[in-house]
């Protein structure tokens, strides 16, 4: 978000104006604060060390919950909490059991149908959807590498079951995929996205009606959002005044289907380079994260 700077007034002028404000503030009528209900919880098995714990990363139209929670040796494991309260844990079979490796739910339809992507033991991304009837299939996207680091990951599925993500190739160029519910894949690049590494194009959400929303990073390490229409035309997208320097840009948020439904997209601009969660020199989603 853009913040405007705005020069101090001297002291004098805030002494005139504090009577003034004062008798505004006791003039305003007080409207009273909605009542919210805040439940904490933590998923059983997660760690209570640094960066260890349970992270939710989507919630549906019902109420559930899903996400991921790092236990005592920072392995991943995804679960999914139900409207009462129960949790349930659940791995992918071949994820890893290593220090940062495991099972990553990263979104659930009203169905309760849950996607992610799971890291094996040697670190190579690989999508998976898990159905209501805890059934879970594992994907990997045409073209995803297979060294660490590389591979697919599901990171959004709409109420009709088609799920988008992104993968990264044997160069760790970013792409975007969408997976319709019979299992057919289909890659996408962005018009501008670089092809070096840790560049590219990574889909972050798609609504009801298939139209998917993303970010990608050109040649220069300049951030754009985008929209790819049902008919795969890809329109880009970037906010008034965004920087166009490395690690800037417009970066968009499309998690929420209802928002993508009404074909509003929130985007955030960089102005100025910012720090970034590192995973590891070695892993380019680190630049993302």
Known sequence: MKRISRQAKPLSQLNLLTPILVALTFALVVVPAVAQTITTFDAPGAGTGFNQGTLPYAINTAGVIT?????????????????NGTITAFKVRGAGTSHGQGT???????????????????????????????????????????????GTEALHINTAGTLVGTFLDSGSVFHGFVRAT??????????????????????????????????????????????????????????????????QGTIVSAEEEDTLASEEIEASILQRPVG?????????????E
């Open 276 to 288: 970034r969660r590192s995973w590891g020199r070695t892993n380019p989603r680190s630049l993302y």
């Open 182 to 247: 019979d299992g057919t894949i289909t890659t996408f690049d962005a018009p501008g996205a670089g092809t070096g590494y840790a560049q590219g194009t990574i889909a972050l959400g798609i609504n009801t009606a298939g139209v998917i929303a993303g970010e990608y990073r050109d040649s220069g390490g300049v951030h754009h959002g985008f929209v790819r229409a049902t008919n795969g035309t890809i329109t880009a997208i970037d906010a008034p005044g965004a920087g166009t320097g490395i690690h």
């Open 67 to 83: 996400g991921h929670y790092l236990d005592s040796g920072s392995v991943h494991h995804g679960f999914v909490r139900a409207t």
């Open 104 to 150: 990553f739910a990263r979104d659930l339809n009203a169905a309760g149908v849950i996607v992610g992507y799971y890291d094996d033991s040697g670190s190579v991304h690989h999508g998976f959807v898990r159905a209501k009837n805890h059934a879970i299939t594992a994907f990997d996207a045409p073209g995803a590498g297979t060294s660490a680091f590389q």
